[in-house]
């Protein structure tokens, strides 16, 4: 088994690392937010007018895309999101702030629901969507927030992301999981540990397994603070050498 162990460790660093390689910058999580923002509502109102159903495509990217740029939830989260826990969020509402609660993903036993914290303009565009879905082809028997013509979940969320991202004139073409990496990524080196753990509890990320295979998986930057904290060691050392000597 200890062959195989290191095999693992050593696997699960070249991912790490590989994943590490597709960091997305802040600043373009910023500008697919803001973008995906001024889109949404010029979306909704094509479907209103009856737009063809690449607009419905659409408007799933682009939210999936703000959503995804803010909270770094997995495509799963928004796959299972059902009609019924986005209507429950305005039970719950207060002074125009919602949480959306989402049972159903892959970290669910760990972490409960994964959830989405909307204002009360974001949660505007569900109901706007929804009060269009009887419209729209499988709508009416939909269980799922982002349904298909068969009424089930969508299974193609992640190419209908990448469109929406090209379509904001944003580089590369991530997926769900390079946009949660990076999330993950510049969360843990701006934030507090306790923020930190904060926003890992909220995007269902388990930082303990994460900081355990990873540790050693350092940026430039990184490694040459690192690299410093040598230095100043031997310096240290060689200080308190000359006091004593």
């Given at each position: 088994?200890?062959?195989?162990r290191?095999?693992?460790?050593?696997?699960?660093?070249?991912?790490?690392?590989?994943?590490?390689?597709r960091?997305?910058?802040?600043?373009t999580?910023?500008?697919c937010?803001?973008?995906?923002?001024?889109?949404?509502?010029?979306?909704?109102?094509?479907?209103?007018?009856?737009?063809?159903?690449?607009?419905?495509?659409?408007?799933y990217?682009?939210l999936?895309?703000?959503w995804?740029?803010i909270?770094?939830?997995?495509?799963?989260v928004?796959?299972?999101?059902?009609?019924?826990?986005?209507?429950?969020a305005?039970?719950?509402?207060?002074?125009?702030h919602?949480?959306?609660?989402?049972?159903?993903?892959?970290?669910?036993?760990?972490?409960?629901?994964?959830?989405?914290?909307?204002?009360?303009?974001?949660y505007?565009?569900?109901?706007?969507?929804?009060?269009?879905?009887?419209t729209?082809?499988?709508g009416?028997?939909?269980?799922?927030?982002?349904?298909?013509?068969?009424?089930?979940?969508?299974?193609?969320?992640?190419?209908?992301?990448?469109?929406?991202?090209?379509?904001?004139?944003?580089?590369?073409t991530?997926?769900f999981?390079?946009?949660?990496?990076?999330?993950?990524?510049?969360?843990?080196?701006?934030?507090?540990?306790?923020?930190?753990?904060?926003?890992?509890?909220?995007?269902?990320?388990?930082?303990?397994t994460?900081?355990?295979?990873?540790?050693?998986?350092l940026?430039?930057?990184?490694?040459a603070?690192?690299?410093?904290?040598?230095?100043?060691?031997?310096?240290?050392?060689?200080?308190?050498?000359?006091?004593?000597?």
């Open positions: 088994m200890r062959p195989v290191r095999s693992v460790a050593v696997h699960e660093v070249a991912v790490k690392q590989a994943k590490e390689g960091l997305i910058p802040k600043a999580l910023r500008a937010r803001e973008a995906a923002k001024k889109k949404i509502p010029e979306i909704l109102d094509l479907l209103e007018s009856g737009a063809e159903r690449k607009t419905q495509w659409s408007f990217g682009h999936t895309a703000y995804a740029s909270y770094g939830h997995r495509c799963g928004f796959q299972n999101l059902t009609i019924q826990e986005v209507e429950d305005h039970k719950t509402g207060s002074e125009g919602f949480v959306i609660n989402i049972s159903a993903h892959k970290t669910n036993q760990a972490f409960g629901a994964a959830q989405l914290a909307l204002d009360k303009e974001e505007g565009w569900l109901e706007k969507f929804l009060s269009l879905r009887s729209l082809l499988g009416k028997d939909a269980t799922y927030f982002f349904f298909t013509s068969k009424a089930g979940s969508c299974k193609n969320l992640n190419q209908y992301f990448q469109e929406a991202w090209a379509s904001m004139g944003l580089q590369g991530p997926t999981t390079d946009v949660r990496t990076s999330i993950a990524t510049h969360a843990k080196n701006t934030h507090c540990p306790d923020d930190r753990r904060k926003v890992a509890q909220f995007m269902c990320h388990d930082t303990a994460a900081d355990r295979f990873y540790a050693l998986n940026n430039a930057k990184q490694a603070e690192h690299r410093r904290l040598f230095e100043t060691a031997v310096a240290v050392e060689v200080f308190l050498l000359t006091i004593f000597a």
